[in-house]
């Protein structure tokens, strides 16, 4: 016991015996299902390697192809590319193309470091000849079994000489199956060394270029951070000043309808005040005669009748409007189914009127009724281009009933 030393303990071979034996036997066939094994895992990942390999090539031409179009969408120097902001969007489009080159150098890791690996190393190259030393090796041994039963078949009496010729035969034999067993073990053991580290070196290397390739993105993020930020101040300050303008449009629609809506009502109130100066001139009979509230005539001395709240109804439907039943005299406190008398209506716009006719004549204006007379027309013209149409209508209505009673001069 004392002075032994132990010799440490190595990684356990593959084979442990190389003699001609059942037990070798049993290795090999061990060995062969592992290695088909091996075949159809490396025909599966060269297929996988195979789409990525596809699938990195396109990501690149899209990357490049993306870069491209941002290029032509926002990095110009003319007016329209610097209000969408070039100055910055020229340091994002440099990023993504140097993204897409970063994308093509895991492409061609993964088509050297593993799909050469894969096919040529292995499925063409380890696994390739495995099989051919596996042929090898079987027809060695049939033939050194052969010449073995053949020298074994001799009998005495034969020369000699043949007896020696197949020894000779048997021996050659011999050699040649040892051989194909032995190159047969060395690449058997081959494949089961280097298996062990060949693949994990191949992923080893796929898997360092796409750490490369993050760190290459990192530090393109952390060299476009400025940019970044300032990017978002100015679509802030941008967005803020689309709202207030956004509300200055709201504010000024808001305004343009009110004032189209006063328009309309001032319009309303003229047209009603007119109606009821119509109305009311027809119940003049005598020269100077302005009455209010006084019963209405049932004949002028041209046989037509006054023109009361009731004409003014069947002229135009804008008659029936509070203003214009109001101005008719319709609920007005002592007035009530009376016309106003005109002199007061012509007294609202343009002061005391004085309204002379000559008997059996049509009865004449001075000029403030004449004045009124005149605003009819221009509230026509007025009407007419500001696209009132409807209530143009109602004022040329008005203003023919004054010709027909004779209210112009």
């Known amino acids: 016991m004392f002075g032994s030393t132990a010799t440490p303990m190595g990684p356990e071979p593959v084979f442990l015996d190389l003699q001609d034996t059942p037990m070798f036997k049993n290795t090999v066939d061990d060995l062969q299902a592992s290695a088909k094994k091996l075949k159809d895992k490396c025909t599966g990942l060269l297929t996988g390697a195979k789409k990525y390999r596809d699938a990195l090539a396109a990501m690149t031409e899209a990357q490049q192809s993306f870069a491209g179009a941002l290029h032509d969408f926002g990095c110009g120097s003319d007016e329209d590319s610097l209000l969408l902001g070039s100055a910055v969007m020229s340091q994002f489009v440099k990023a993504f193309k140097e993204l897409g080159h970063a994308f093509s150098f895991i492409q061609d890791c993964v088509e050297k470091d593993m799909i050469d690996v894969l096919q040529q190393t ?57 051989e194909a067993r032995y190159e047969l073990a ?10 062990r580290h060949a693949f994990l070196t191949m992923v080893v290397g ?44 709201e504010d000024m629609i808001l305004a343009t309808r009110d004032a189209t809506a006063a328009r309309e009502a001032l319009i309303l ?28 005539t049932t004949a002028d001395p041209e046989g037509f009748s006054p023109l009361t709240a009731g004409h003014i109804d069947s002229l135009h439907p804008l008659a029936h409007s509070p203003l214009a039943q109001g101005a008719l005299g319709h609920t007005g406190p002592g007035c009530t189914g009376s016309p106003v008398g005109v002199g007061g209506v012509l007294s609202g716009f343009a002061g005391p009127a004085v309204i002379s006719a000559a008997p059996g004549g049509p009865v004449q204006l001075t000029a403030a009724a004449a004045g009124l007379v005149g605003d009819i027309e221009r509230l026509i013209r007025n009407t007419q281009s500001s696209g009132g149409a409807q209530v143009g209508v109602g004022v040329r209505i008005l203003v023919a009933a004054c010709d027909h009673i004779g209210l112009r001069t």
């Open 122 to 178: 292995w499925l063409d190259g380890h696994l390739a000849v495995l099989r051919e030393e596996v042929r090898k090796y079987e027809k060695r041994c049939n033939d050194h079994e052969g010449a073995r039963l053949k020298h074994l078949a001799l009998k005495k009496v034969t020369k000699r000489d043949v007896i020696d010729k197949s020894a000779a035969e048997l021996s050659v034999a011999r050699q040649a199956a040892d």
């Open 186 to 195: 060395r690449h058997l053991n081959t494949v089961e060394v280097q298996k």
């Open 206 to 249: 796929v898997v360092y270029q796409h750490l490369a390739f993050f760190r290459q993105g990192s530090t393109l993020l952390g060299r476009i951070e400025g940019p970044y930020s300032d990017a978002m101040a100015i679509v802030e300050h941008v967005c803020k000043e689309g709202q207030t303008k956004e509300a200055a449009l």
């Open 269 to 296: 109130r003229e047209v009603a005040a007119a109606a009821a100066a119509a109305a009311l001139g027809a119940d003049v009979d005598s020269p100077g005669s302005a009455v209010c509230c006084a019963a209405p």
